[in-house]
């Protein structure tokens, strides 16, 4: 056995995803019992639980560890063959490059140029990145980020940085 694949007699079908799934699991407890209720305070006058600003980062951690949960059942469950359509290939290094480059282009122009032009710029490059044939598709790099922007205005009241202009 050269890699964490099963052998015919154990319980585990494919141990990556076990693996993977315990790691996410480690990681979601940490941000749920650690992280959150440590780091990140509550105005001591919260007329709504869900306008406190550990209601999103709760909630994306209670669906990381059941999403983790699934991963590992999916690892007891499911064999990964050759045949299955799971395999995993390595990408080009550009396609990494423009990812990262994504990450680096939202992360540091987010207060420079806004959230909206910094999302657009950021899904523009990822689009890129990943080579999409329809160009109708593109038109999605303005409407993702101008949805998420106003829906953490408008509906989360989270101040984000507004365009330049």
Known sequence: MTGPQSSGGSPIKDAWDVIAGAMLLAFSL????????????????????????????????????AFSLLLIAQGFLTADSDDSGRRFERGPWLRFA?????LVVYVGLFELLGAI?????????????????????????????????????????????????
């Open 98 to 102: 423009l990812m990262g480059l994504a």
């Open 30 to 65: 940490v941000l749920l019992f650690y992280l959150i209720p440590e780091h990140i305070g509550v105005p001591p006058v919260m007329q709504n639980p869900m306008m406190s600003p550990r209601w999103l980062p709760t909630i994306v951690g209670w669906l990381l560890l």
């Open 117 to 165: 032009l910094s999302g657009i710029l950021a899904t523009l490059l990822l689009f890129i990145a990943h080579p999409v044939r329809t160009w109708w598709v593109y038109s999605l790099a303005i409407a993702f980020p101008l949805g998420v922007s106003l829906l953490f205005t408008e509906v989360m009241n989270v101040p984000l940085p507004t365009l330049p202009f």
